[in-house]
């Protein structure tokens, strides 16, 4: 998530960089990111709607077609791929898996990543299976639970 890709974000991380994957790819970085976004424009949005935006929200409604969550979903998913794209190429992975509260989003953000993972790939590494983590947010806690008893 500290990867710093995202060029033109000029406030700080949490911790103490600017510009990092986390800050566009986390649920509070998609809800920066969309906020920031529908200030920007005066363009139509069911997300102006909401008593409060959620990641969950922003997927749910570029889901349904609005024009202006899917720019948002867009943005997100291309730095995701962006930075998976810059792992892989380090890694030479066969499969990486998306887990966290971002994935409950399901295929709809698995599509897009993989579609922009492909484009910056390095051309070795561009048939890496990106696929949505089983666990999704209780991975931490198993891994906790398997490093305590062994």
Do not use: W
């Not at 959620?54 to 995701?80: H, N, T």
């Amino acid at each position: 998530g500290h990867l710093p890709i995202v060029e033109e974000e000029t406030e700080y991380c949490n911790c103490g960089n600017k510009g990092c994957l986390e800050q566009v790819a986390s649920a509070t970085g998609i809800v920066r990111t969309a906020t920031r976004m529908l200030n920007a424009t005066d363009e139509p949005s069911a997300l102006r709607a909401l008593p409060y935006i959620s990641a969950k929200a922003v997927f749910d409604e570029a889901k349904s077609g609005d024009a202006c969550a899917i720019k948002i979903v867009d943005y997100v998913c291309r730095y995701l791929g962006k930075g998976i794209a810059c792992a892989s190429a380090m890694t030479d992975t066969e499969v990486i898996c998306i887990g966290g509260g971002v994935s409950a989003a399901g295929d709809y953000l698995i599509e897009r990543v993989a579609k922009y993972y492909k484009e910056y790939a390095f051309h070795a590494c561009k048939n890496t299976k990106i696929v949505r983590a089983e666990l999704g947010n209780d991975a931490g806690m198993y891994g906790a639970a398997k490093l305590a008893l062994g």
